[in-house]
Structure formats: structure tokens, C-alpha cells
């Protein structure tokens, strides 16, 4: 999967079709362990790490260390199998080559696997995951790919000039308003379009930011005591994200937890 991209899928009953939901997949961070990326179905939120090496594709959860899953192994030859855990869990590589279909698009060159269970995976050079049918009869496909953002920029004051492509004044920003940042130059931030914010005092980025729906957020203070605890549906604003904690600014830091969310 590419991490300058955000993936929006499908998932419904292949017996009911008209009853589907989404599921957006967007990257977070990349470490030694792995790709982490965030599956988000309106409130519900999975974590799940990716790991491409010499041995293959594999994937986890990343509040269960070492239970990795072995989805596609190298070399790449049709006919291969191998098992995971047990074998229950064996898969086979059936094609190399595979057409597919979905509403995103057609890819081409994909990799078709198989398991006893009666589960089927198609992969594509990069994109990851663009369609599958569990062994229950749900289909998963991928429905969208669009450009992510890799964080914000806040407007801490009124007056802030937002510029169109064309260098010209678009419109004057409110004092809180947050913009999606694709990029930034020097002395500006991209925020879609063409169109920028320049940096000054007046501007701050941040990642995204966080919150809770279920058990609130403990926030810790640099020297790893607990600082506070954070009421369910207040947000906090994110500055970056290192080994496994959102970074809140002044060092004080929130872990990584399934019950938090975290939007760019």
C-alpha cells in the first residue's frame, strides 16, 4: 500500500449488496516492526501492521505482538503453498497474473490467494489488498484511492490569507479554522489545489489530533508520570507520532491504544 494514499473499501454480504458499508485506511507511521495503518468504519477504529521482507507480505495486529500472519511468501511461484498456525489457516498462490475488477478501478498483474478455508485475495503492485471474499461470503473491494494529507495547519488568528494557485488572496481565514496540508515549501503549506497558506506566527501544523469514545485518554508528562486524564470526545491536537505515542506537544505524550482514535 502506498502511504501517500488513502483507501477507501466496501464491505457487504455478497448475498445483499445493497447493504454496504466503508472502511478508509490511512497510514501512520512506518518503524522497524512495520507499516502501522488505521482502518477506520465511522466510529470503530483497527490498527493493523504490514511487513514486506525477503520472506513476504505479512500482517498483524499490533496490540498482540508476534502473531503474524504470512499472507503472501517469496518467492512468488503459482502453485505455492504454505501454513499459518495451522492448517486451517494454509494458503496458496494461484495466480501471478489476475485481472480485477473494482470500483476504484481495473488492475491488472495481481496476486490471486487462496485458503482452505475458502477465503480469496487479490493483491496488486502497489496497492495492496484491492479486493477479497472471506469464507463467510463477505466481499471487501476497493472502492476509492485518494491523495492523503500528512497533517494540518491551524489559523491562530483572524486574518490569515489564504492564496489561490494564481498567488491572489481566495479568502481571509478564521482564527481556528484547520486546513488539510498535501505539502509545504519553505515559507508555505499547500492545502489542496494549489492553493496555500504562507507560513508565519500566525500558523501552526500538526499531524492530526486524537480522542476517545469509550475510556477517556491518559496523558503522560516527559519524565512518563501520568499528567492528566482526558474526558471521552475532547481532542487533542497531534504533532507527531514515535514508537507507538502520540506526540502532544511540550514532550508530555498519549501511548498508542485500540480505544483511541486518530484522525489526520
Same mark, same amino acid.
Given at each position: ?109 495481481? =496476486? ?26 463477505? =466481499? ?53 489545489? /494549489? ?6 506566527? /500566525? ?62
Amino acid at each position: 500500500m502506498n502511504p501517500k494514499k488513502i483507501y477507501v473499501y466496501n464491505v457487504y454480504d455478497e448475498k445483499n449488496k445493497n447493504n454496504k458499508k466503508q472502511i478508509t485506511a490511512s497510514f501512520v507511521e512506518r518503524s522497524k516492526e512495520g507499516d502501522l495503518w488505521h482502518f477506520k468504519e465511522n466510529h470503530l477504529l483497527s490498527h493493523k501492521l504490514f511487513l514486506q521482507d525477503k520472506e513476504g507480505l505479512r500482517e498483524s495486529d499490533p496490540f498482540y505482538a508476534g502473531l503474524w500472519q504470512q499472507m503472501i511468501k517469496f518467492p512468488l511461484r503459482e502453485g505455492k503453498e504454505w501454513a499459518v498456525n495451522d492448517d486451517e489457516r494454509k494458503f496458496k498462490l494461484v495466480s501471478l497474473k489476475t485481472t480485477v475488477e473494482t470500483p476504484a478501478r481495473t488492475f491488472s498483474n495481481c =496476486i490471486k490467494v487462496t485458503s482452505r478455508a475458502g477465503a480469496v485475495y487479490y493483491y496488486a503492485p502497489g496497492a495492496g489488498i484491492v479486493k477479497q471474499r472471506t469464507h463467510l461470503g463477505k =466481499i471487501i473491494e476497493l472502492t476509492k484511492v485518494k491523495d492523503a494529507h500528512y497533517g494540518r495547519v491551524l489559523i491562530k488568528q483572524d486574518g490569515i490569507k489564504l492564496y489561490d494557485p494564481k498567488g491572489k488572496v481566495h479568502r481571509s481565514l478564521k482564527k481556528g479554522e484547520g486546513l488539510k496540508v498535501f505539502k509545504e515549501t519553505a515559507d508555505s503549506f499547500d492545502v489542496g489545489g /494549489g492553493y496555500y497558506v504562507k507560513k508565519s506566527k /500566525g500558523t501552526l501544523f500538526y499531524t492530526g489530533f486524537i480522542y476517545s469514545i469509550l475510556e477517556g485518554i491518559n496523558m503522560y508528562s516527559p519524565n512518563g508520570k501520568l499528567h492528566k486524564k482526558i474526558a471521552d470526545g475532547k481532542t487533542l491536537r497531534v504533532y507527531s507520532f514515535k514508537d507507538g505515542k502520540y506526540q502532544v506537544g511540550g514532550g508530555y505524550y498519549v501511548p498508542m491504544g485500540s480505544y483511541i482514535q486518530y484522525d489526520r
